[in-house]
């Protein structure tokens, strides 16, 4: 990226050339310090493609994608393993490699999280959402949380003092409010040496004729180029040396907006590691034929996503013997990557990436200079995806994890994938833990809550049933539970923190939330 500002005349020019010369038709009217911040971002960009990028833009919304139905095969089983039909020696055994490459400081973990998140309706990156926790965590809290416990765990099992480093990968729009989010939050306990942030590029968005919009007078309207962006903000900001130099050799790769996620997952880590894998995916199974999840499949013999509007529905609602959807690898966004592989892709894969359209409604400035806000969608913005490397990949391999375990993205502000569903997934699966380790929850009206109970988002002015939390500092997957837990009946609401555990093990009274405590009853430990 240029760090420079280039002379006026030159990028003149070069707008002229690219068709785009109304960018400056109201440099005029700029004061100094505004002209000065207007050329540095029109230095940044990359100029000499403008014209390829605007032309190319207009081009693709009218060049839908080829159909690929008759070019798709389901992916190949054996290169495949799970949560549920593996064999548990198969899942303990990639477990121990996992921690073992974990407690070798060669394990780090990389954080999608550049979008806006305009559906969520905030102005903040969506990794400070809070969806409503007892402990009121946020999404980057529970995130670090997860580092942390990881990281004891390994330090246990191997006597080592290891660190799985964090890298996050923002944008022009997310990089000020999270650095300032993390430091205000003194890095949630994490060293902040060990967390590093950067930025990925900002590319124009263009109208249906392909001309750069402006958003102010002085100002380029733009957007992340995508989660694809990472294999070049990689170049840009020097990560894989940094990768190298910590001696990082395998990177998990996930975005911000699932609550699940299972940070340097070990069962995941040595699933990839143990069949040679040089880049791996999880996938849930979908269920819904409909279901808005990229499908992972073979095409003409390559592994790549396939986006679900790019399937007929008759092909989506293929169904084999078992009645299993024939293509049910649903994409969640969920990677594994060695850094040999990221390397090739940086340096010689990265501009064969496919560009993809995205419609979007712009605010802008018109030719009069008045602030427009369109009622429908008025502008082009194109996004390369983290997951078009797959078919340069020599050893592509799926790893099939539990939905209601590992998946469950916060995306819009209310009804599907909202807080209400996020909240309600986190508060399930520690349910459940709670209930597998043999302890008793009790409803407030004193009913046993059971395992086939459902919990629901928080109605207006109340709680949900059955509401229990577990801080990630206590357990990460679920285990450690029964010592603390078993045969013990936990009236609702509940949080497990560390404070909670001291207070277990003297018997006492519990604070499960701010401002709100509810006592302990002991059983008899059969």
């Known amino acids: 990226m240029a760090d420079r500002m280039l002379p006026l005349e030159r990028v003149e020019r070069c707008l002229d050339r690219a068709g785009q010369a109304h960018v400056l038709q109201f440099w005029p009217e700029l004061c100094e310090q505004d002209r000065e911040r207007f050329l540095q971002e029109l230095s940044v960009l990359h100029l000499e493609g403008l014209e390829e990028h605007c ?4 081009k693709a919304v009218d060049s839908p ?29 990639w477990e121990k490699l996992g921690m073992l490459k974990i407690s070798q400081n060669q394990v780090g973990v990389l954080l999608l999280a550049g979008g806006q998140g305009t559906r969520l309706g905030v102005p903040y990156p969506k990794g400070m959402y809070d969806v409503g926790l007892p402990s009121g965590k946020t999404l980057y809290q529970i995130q670090a949380e997860r580092i942390h416990k990881i ?23 997310t990089l000020a409010p999270t650095e300032n989010f993390f430091k205000e939050n003194n890095y949630f306990g994490l060293d902040p040496s ?28 733009m957007a992340p180029d995508g989660n694809g962006g990472l294999y070049q903000a990689l170049m840009d900001h020097k990560i894989l040396q940094d990768m190298d130099k910590r001696g990082v050799e ?75 959807l024939v293509f049910s690898a649903g994409n969640i966004c969920n990677h ?80 599907k994938d909202s807080a209400s569903t996020a909240r309600s997934a986190l508060l399930g699966q520690h349910r459940r833990w709670v209930l ?38 206590v357990s990460y997957g679920g285990e450690g539970l029964e010592d603390l837990l078993k045969g013990r009946t936990l009236p609702t609401p509940f949080h ?31």
Request: net charge negative; with cysteine; proline share 7%.
């Open 55 to 58: 032309s190319g833009a207009a």
């Open 65 to 93: 994608s080829p159909s690929l139905d008759q070019h798709i095969e389901p992916f190949p089983p054996q290169s495949i393993g799970s949560m549920t039909r593996s064999d548990p020696e198969c899942l303990r055994e």
């Open 151 to 173: 990281q004891e765990l390994s330090d246990k099992k191997h006597g080592s003092r290891c660190t799985v480093p964090w890298y996050i990968m923002t944008s022009e729009f």
């Open 194 to 221: 060990n967390i590093i942030m950067f930025e990925q590029r900002m590319i124009p968005a263009v109208t249906f004729d392909g001309k750069m919009i402006l958003q102010d007078k002085g100002k380029v309207a």
């Open 250 to 324: 395998y990177l998990h790769v996930y975005c911000v907006d699932n609550i699940l996620v299972k940070m340097a997952d070990p069962v995941f880590i040595g699933f990839c590691v143990s069949r040679g894998a040089d880049c791996g995916a999880k996938v849930v199974e979908r269920t819904n034929p409909g279901e808005p999840l990229g499908v992972i499949c073979n095409v003409q013999g390559v592994s790549q996503v396939v986006e679900y509007s790019e399937i007929r529905p008759e092909i989506a609602e293929l169904r084999g013997p078992g009645g299993d």
């Open 336 to 415: 594994f990557f060695t850094r040999t592989f990221l390397e090739d892709v940086a340096e010689k894969f990265k501009e064969r990436l496919k560009q993809h359209v995205a419609i979007k409604k712009v605010p802008f400035v018109d030719s009069c200079g008045n602030r427009v806000n369109p009622s429908k969608a008025n502008a082009i913005k194109m996004e390369k995806f983290v997951f078009d490397v797959f078919p340069f990949s020599r050893n592509f391999v799926v790893f099939e994890v539990v939905r209601e375990d590992e998946f469950s993205p916060l995306k819009n502000a209310e009804g």
């Open 436 to 473: 597998a380790a043999g302890a008793t929850l009790l409803e407030e009206d004193q009913r046993s809550v059971l395992a086939t109970d459902r919990v629901v988002g928080v109605p207006a002015g109340g709680s949900p049933p059955a509401l229990c939390e577990i801080s990630p500092l």
């Open 496 to 526: 497990l923190d560390e404070n909670t555990i001291k207070e277990l093990q003297a018997g006492e009274s519990m604070v499960v939330s701010p401002g709100l405590k509810t006592n302990l009853h002991m059983n008899d430990r059969k």
